[in-house]
Structures are given as C-alpha cells and as structure tokens.
C-alpha cells in the first residue's frame, strides 16, 4: 500500500513562514505530478500549486510569489514553502501526488495538516 504523509503545519502570524512536507511511502516505482491543495473552512478544497517529475511547477495566482513548491525525488518528499502568510491562507492543505506502481497509474492524498494564519 502507499501511504502520503504531511507535516509541518501550524499556527503563524501573518507574514510569517511554514514549510510543510508530504512523504510518500509504500509500494512505489515512480511518482508523477505531485500537487498542494488546501481546504478553508466552508470552502471547498482548492487547488494551490503543482510541480510534475521533471520539476515544472504551476501555482495559483493568489499564492504566486509567496509559496513556493519543491520536491525530492530520492527521498519521495513534496514541500511548499509558504511566506509572507495571510490569514486567509489558513485552513488544511493536502498532498496529492500520481503514482505508478503495480503497472498502474493511481492517485493518493495526505491526511492533511492544518495551517493557521493569526492576524
């Protein structure tokens, strides 16, 4: 079984900095395009930003500039660099992450971690 694992959340005054991370662990050959999401609360869940195996990255524009997305590919680690937080950016953020194992292509997600931003 995989399992995708993150940590690194917390509470943080505005303006301040986290960095959170996601392992993947498990049955694994190869892990394609890795993505953050994050979830506020009474929102639905949102897409923030995505990085592929070849290290292109894609993010969204309320968080262009101040988070950045990153990967290890030997250790199977996401990360997201989150600066200059606002209080709107509080809420759980996901990982989710295409594998290939077993001769298949399948999608997993983190339990979450929740990042609180204080103002």
């Known amino acids: 079984q995989v399992q995708l694992v993150e940590s690194g959340g917390g509470l943080v005054q505005a303006g301040g900095s986290l960095r959170l991370s996601c392992a993947a662990s498990?049955?694994?050959?190869?892990?394609?395009?890795m993505d953050w999401y994050r979830q506020a609360p009474g929102k639905q869940r949102e897409w923030v930003t995505s990085?592929?195996?070849?290290?292109?990255?894609n993010t969204a524009d309320s968080v262009k500039g101040r988070f950045t997305i990153s990967r290890d590919n030997a250790k199977n680690t996401l990360y997201l660099q989150m600066n200059s937080l606002k209080p709107e950016d509080t809420g759980v953020y996901y990982c989710?992450?295409?594998?290939?194992?077993?001769?298949?292509?399948?999608?997993?997600w983190g339990q979450g971690t929740q990042v609180t931003v204080s103002s």
């Open positions: 498990g049955r694994i050959f190869s892990i394609g395009t």
């Open positions: 990085i592929t195996g070849n290290g292109d990255t």
């Open positions: 989710r992450a295409v594998i290939l194992r077993d001769g298949g292509r399948f999608q997993y």
